[in-house]
């Protein structure tokens, strides 16, 4: 591994993956949240962004209804 970064609060080093890790002052790894802010605060990664809404399908208009019933009203006869 590669240090990439020493503070008085943690080191960051890039593993030969390109993946990150941080050493924390007390000799241990830091994991998870912690891991993700301490890298964006060091612009080393970008924030993740939320997932877009699935779309909802639009609910069918009178106008769009109309010609439907109709022909279903001409098939039936």
Do not use: C, F, N
Not at 51 to 62: I, M, S, V
Not at 70 to 76: I, M
């Amino acid at each position: 591994m590669q240090q990439i970064k020493k503070t008085a609060d943690y080191t960051i080093y890039q593993k030969k993956s390109g993946r990150y890790a941080i050493k924390g002052k007390d000799k241990q790894w830091v994991h998870a949240e912690d891991k993700t802010r301490i890298l964006t605060a060091e612009q080393l990664i970008k924030p993740p962004m939320p997932k877009a809404p699935a779309p909802e399908p639009e609910p069918a208009t009178e106008a769009e209804s109309a010609p439907e019933a109709q022909a279903q009203g001409q098939s039936e006869s």
